[in-house]
T-cell receptor, first 110, second 116 residues
Framework: GQNIDQPTEMTATEGAIVQINCTYQ??????LFWYQQHAGEAPTFLSY????GLEEKGRFSSFLSRSKGYSYLLLKELQMKDSASYLCAGVQTGANNLFFGTGTRLTVIP | DTEVTQTPKHLVMGMTNKKSLKCEQHMGHRAMYWYKQKAKKPPELMFVYSYEKLSINESVPSRFSPECPNSSLLNLHLHALQPEDSALYLCASSQDWVGGRSYEQYFGPGTRLTVT
């Protein structure tokens, strides 16, 4: 089975750093994806972690700990356009099927 | 070209109508997906096609009928829908799972469906 949890809503200030956490319990785990979804738009791919550690891509970084069933997405130098939902999704070995968490709606305030 | 296109953008249909949603990609991806997304909820997987064959049906009611005519096209045929089927329907594509690695999915903009 798949069980993925993340906070429902977060608020952060422009220019600050925010960390969005995701915990998971999945069978046959083969990595974790993070997607960004602006209201009324399609999800867009941010990162994929399959090994433990930190992956950095510009202002966005993602971390995975397989032993703890834990991941986070770190957003630095927040901009107003970062206001969106951030979806954590697990994937099983042998498939690309995504099992999404509830999503975290991030609001960036001036 | 990393674009997945979907038509129509919006669709309003009655409960007795038959309509189809279309999805197209030209990235050479051999896995294609249909998701349903309700407001303020994450996408829910409906169907997965791998090499034009249906590989996963997540217990979706038979009033939704998927079709994959070729490696670039994916259709979702709709018949006798209920008002609770109103949602955003997203299509996605990816490289198929190979050698221990899963691949990111590219999503289309979706079709916003309203059933009256």
């Amino acid at each position: 089975g798949q069980n993925i949890d993340q906070p429902t809503e977060m608020t952060a200030t422009e220019g600050a750093i925010v960390q969005i956490n995701c915990t998971y319990q999945t069978s046959g785990f083969n990595g974790l994806f993070w997607y960004q979804q602006h209201a009324g738009e399609a999800p867009t791919f941010l990162s994929y972690n399959v090994l433990d550690g930190l992956e950095e891509k510009g202002r966005f970084s993602s971390f995975l700990s397989r032993s703890k069933g834990y991941s986070y997405l770190l957003l630095k130098e927040l901009q107003m356009k970062d206001s969106a939902s951030y979806l954590c999704a697990g994937v099983q070995t042998g498939a690309n099927n995504l099992f999404f968490g509830t999503g975290t709606r991030l609001t960036v305030i001036p | 070209d990393t674009e997945v296109t979907q038509t129509p953008k919006h669709l309003v249909m009655g409960m007795t109508n038959k309509k189809s949603l279309k999805c197209e990609q030209h990235m050479g991806h051999r896995a294609m997906y249909w998701y349903k997304q309700k407001a303020k909820k994450p996408p829910e997987l409906m169907f997965v096609y791998s090499y034009e064959k249906l590989s996963i049906n997540e217990s979706v009611p038979s009033r939704f009928s998927p079709e994959c005519p070729n490696s670039s096209l994916l259709n979702l045929h709709l018949h006798a829908l209920q008002p609770e089927d109103s949602a955003l329907y997203l299509c996605a594509s990816s490289q198929d799972w190979v050698g221990g690695r899963s691949y990111e999915q590219y999503f289309g903009p979706g079709t916003r469906l309203t059933v009256t």
